[in-house]
């Protein structure tokens, strides 16, 4: 399933979700992860709410959102578009993010997680 990090640098999650302008995507499975690229979700011509509706737009088909913190206006829009927020709280690697994830995708994910492969198209069954 595609995941989509607020990160500058490609490595860190370090930005709010209301701060990003671009997220790194990821294809993450129990067993391989992939970078699939950079996703710009920003113009200068937007303003205030129309930049969070630009940022869940660009990556709505990503069931999983993971940033350092995200507003309740723009947690709003996650949620409308069917996918999970995973707060960090702090900057925190990618990959820590990604090896944690697969972890529990090897296991039993919890119901959200199952819904959220769905979502992609995985089996949640088989894993």
């Not at 995941?3 to 370090?14: C, K, L, M, Q, Y």
């Not at 900057?91 to 819904?115: F, S």
């Amino acid at each position: 399933m595609k995941v989509a990090f607020a990160s500058t640098d490609g490595i860190t999650i370090n930005k709010r979700f209301g701060e990003t302008n671009e997220f790194k995507i990821w294809e993450i499975g129990p067993d391989q992860a992939s970078y699939h690229g950079d996703r710009s979700a920003i113009t200068s011509t937007l303003v205030n709410d129309e930049r969070n509706s630009a940022r869940a737009g660009a990556i709505a088909d990503c069931p999983i959102v993971c940033s350092m913190d995200i507003g309740t206006r723009a947690l709003a829009r996650i949620v409308a578009q069917n996918a999970f927020h995973l707060k960090t709280g702090t900057e925190m690697p990618i990959t820590e993010i990604i090896g944690k994830l697969q972890g529990v995708l090897r296991g039993n994910p919890p119901p959200w997680m199952k819904k959220a492969m769905e979502r992609a198209g995985a089996d949640a069954t088989a894993i």
